[in-house]
């Protein structure tokens, strides 16, 4: 089912975009080249008429369909022009609106997608090689209006507007391998999303201003992604980047009779994703975020929250190897802050500074795969067994900013798999971290002065303090040395294991 949907959505995609999925240098290899392409999807491609008028190739009643693993679909193009222009490019025009269908079962029910396309005024130019053929893109407008149906009943009507489309599309067949190489740029996104009904349900709109998107990597065929472990092996690959500039939204929501209301704005977004034999690579994030959030189980007039940024970033290898690769992680909550009104609920006589709070979690390290993350077989067989060992860790970037205290670290590790005795299953680490904490005395008089930790808990957390840390440069300062050495755990030079 997954590799059904996979396979409609891309195909989807370039009809969307007025983009065939191959091509060559004459009319007929282009029509020929979408046919070729679309069977690699798993889909048929096929006309009611194809006929050559002059130095233009005419199909008519062109028609979309497959049916793999209980996904279907079923679109269709009255007319697709192919002309030569007489200088090895070819000129497409085709009937300004489509539709395609799409079929899917989803846990025992059937879920219906109609979706009617119009792109008025598309140019798309094919050019290049038989092997390595280029297209370059451009559409005043793409206009979609999608429904979603389950089982009959209408979930959600979807109403999308893309102006000032402009792009490349290569695709290069010189092997067994198709090779795909894409970039897209779309000045304005507006979408309207309406779910449900008068009394429970949603309204979605919003808008999304100069879109990038860019892509590429190495399609092996619908057949292939039957084992994604050894397609991984045998080249398969696929790099998405996706950039976005100011952005506003609204979101209104009913809940049984109850509504309740989402307004958000963002400065600039973006989202990446590659896959490969090498690693799987994936990330998000915005900047300039704010929010407001009203509602009548809200007991305030109104929640504001907002961030300079938010992201999250990680890699992490997918084939086993005799030696260890690379990994990452990184997280960063930057400059948080909500209203006063959430701030009064624990904090009313303002005990607290209510400064921005910041989290900055930026980690990399070596780990071995023993089995492949993508083989369900090889998975399944370790049961509550470690698909790999852990070789190395790096913090180099450990930042907590909250209410007036500061955490500061940074520090790595390496890790002895021989050995998962010493530290109760864990591989013995060698290394060390230092962390400064500034303000934390503070923190923790506020809060006990608050009634939030009671007296003789806190007296416990300073005992504990005291052990692993050490006064520092400034007043209210603490630092900590730990380190890993000799089979033991020190805190600044004392040993504790």
């Given at each position: 089912m997954k590799r059904a949907t996979c396979a409609t959505s891309s195909f989807f995609l370039s009809v969307l975009l007025g983009l065939p999925v191959a091509a060559q240098v004459t009319p007929e290899e282009v029509w020929q080249g979408w046919q070729k392409m679309g069977a690699t999807y798993g889909q048929a491609i096929v006309a009611d008429q194809v006929v050559r008028s002059g130095d233009t190739l005419v199909v008519s009643g062109m028609k979309i369909s497959m049916d793999q693993d209980g996904a279907k679909i079923d679109g269709g193009i009255d007319e697709v022009r192919f002309k030569d222009l007489g200088n090895g490019t070819v000129e497409v025009t085709m009937t300004d609106t489509y539709t395609i269908d799409m079929t899917m079962p989803e846990s025992g029910k059937t879920q219906d997608i109609n979706l009617k396309l119009t792109q008025p005024g598309v140019s798309l130019i094919a050019g290049g090689s038989a092997t390595r053929t280029e297209y370059t893109y451009s559409a005043p407008s793409v206009l979609m209006d999608m429904q979603i149906s389950e089982d009959g009943a209408v979930l959600a009507n979807v109403a999308s507007a893309l102006t000032g489309l402009a792009g490349t599309y290569t695709l290069d067949t010189k092997t067994a391998q198709s090779m795909l190489d894409s970039a897209l740029s779309i000045d304005t996104l507006d979408f309207t999303i309406v779910a449900g009904d008068a009394a429970d349900g949603a309204n979605i709109t919003g808008t999304l201003g100069a879109l990038k998107m860019g892509s590429n990597g190495t399609f092996l065929g619908v057949a292939a992604m039957e084992n994604m472990s050894q397609a991984l092996r045998d080249g398969f690959a696929a790099d998405v980047d996706l950039s976005y500039g100011q952005g506003n939204f609204t979101i209104d929501v009913r809940d049984s009779g109850k509504e309740s209301k989402i307004v958000a704005s963002n400065a600039t977004g973006h989202f990446r994703a590659n896959m490969g034999a090498e690693a799987l690579r994936y990330g998000a994030?915005?900047?300039?975020?704010?929010?407001?959030?009203?509602?009548?189980?809200?007991?305030?007039?109104?929640?504001?929250?907002?961030?300079?940024?938010?992201?999250?970033?990680?890699?992490?290898?997918?084939?086993?190897?005799?030696?260890?690769?690379?990994?990452?992680?990184?997280?960063?909550i930057v400059d948080l802050a909500v209203s006063d009104d959430i701030w009064t609920m624990f904090d009313p006589t303002v005990a607290l500074p209510r400064d921005p709070a910041t989290l900055v979690i930026d980690t990399k390290g070596k780990v071995r795969l023993t089995a492949?993350?993508?083989?369900?077989?090889?998975?399944?067989?370790?049961?509550?067994?470690?698909?790999?060992e852990i070789h190395a860790l790096d913090v180099t970037d450990l930042t907590l900013k909250f209410a007036g205290a500061e955490l500061k670290g940074t520090g790595g590790v390496t890790f002895d798999n021989s050995d998962t005795i010493t530290f109760d299953g864990v591989p013995a680490p060698t290394g060390r971290f230092d962390l400064e904490i500034k303000g934390g005395n503070g923190l923790l008089d506020k809060l006990v002065a608050m009634g939030v930790i009671p007296a003789d808990q806190a007296m416990g957390a300073r005992m504990m303090i005291a052990m692993f840390a050490k006064p520092g440069s400034g007043?209210?300062?603490?630092?900590s040395s730990l380190e890993f050495r000799d089979k033991g755990f020190f805190a600044n030079g004392q040993r504790l294991k």
């Open positions: 994030g915005g900047t300039g975020v704010e929010m407001v959030v009203t509602g009548a189980d809200i007991p305030f007039p109104e929640v504001r929250l907002s961030y300079g940024e938010a992201s999250f970033d990680f890699l992490m290898p997918l084939v086993a190897s005799d030696q260890p690769t690379d990994f990452t992680f990184l997280t960063r492949d993350l993508m083989d369900e077989a090889a998975m399944a067989s370790l049961d509550d067994g470690a698909p790999g007043p209210d300062v603490l630092n």
